[in-house]
């Protein structure tokens, strides 16, 4: 089992940027594929970014695609989201996910198996 803790989330004008940080415990990250997802008001939790076990392969939904950037550092047990050119719209709680397995539906949040809390980003427009 693996514990996530998201954080660097904020308060940031429209066109500035963020990096979140999910920090894992209980397992190595190569272990897991893991995603970030996102949830506004009154919306479904929506799938952001990708990153397979061993980093090789990143996957994007098309809003956030060229803006956002997925990566990880094994060695500190860490997944980073940098987060550029800020939208309104990206207003959300931001969460992490551990993926044991592939199960084929990598954009919905019931194909992984651990979550984080959670971490406010807010955009000013």
């Known amino acids: 089992q693996v514990q996530l803790v998201e954080s660097g989330g904020g308060l940031v004008q429209a066109g500035g940027s963020l990096t979140l940080s999910c920090v894992a415990s209980?397992?190595?990250?190569?272990?897991?594929?893991i995603g970030w997802f996102r949830q506004a008001p009154g919306k479904e939790r929506a799938f952001v970014a990708r990153i397979t076990k061993s980093g090789e392969t990143r996957l994007y939904t098309d809003s956030v695609r060229g803006r956002f950037t997925i990566s990880k550092d094994n060695a500190k047990n860490t997944v980073y989201l940098q987060m550029n050119s800020l939208k309104f719209e990206d207003t959300a709680v931001y969460y992490c996910a551990a993926d044991r397995s592939y199960g084929g539906s990598i954009a919905s949040p019931s194909e992984y198996d651990y979550w984080g809390q959670g971490t406010q980003v807010t955009v000013s427009s």
């Open positions: 209980g397992r190595t990250l190569g272990s897991y594929a």
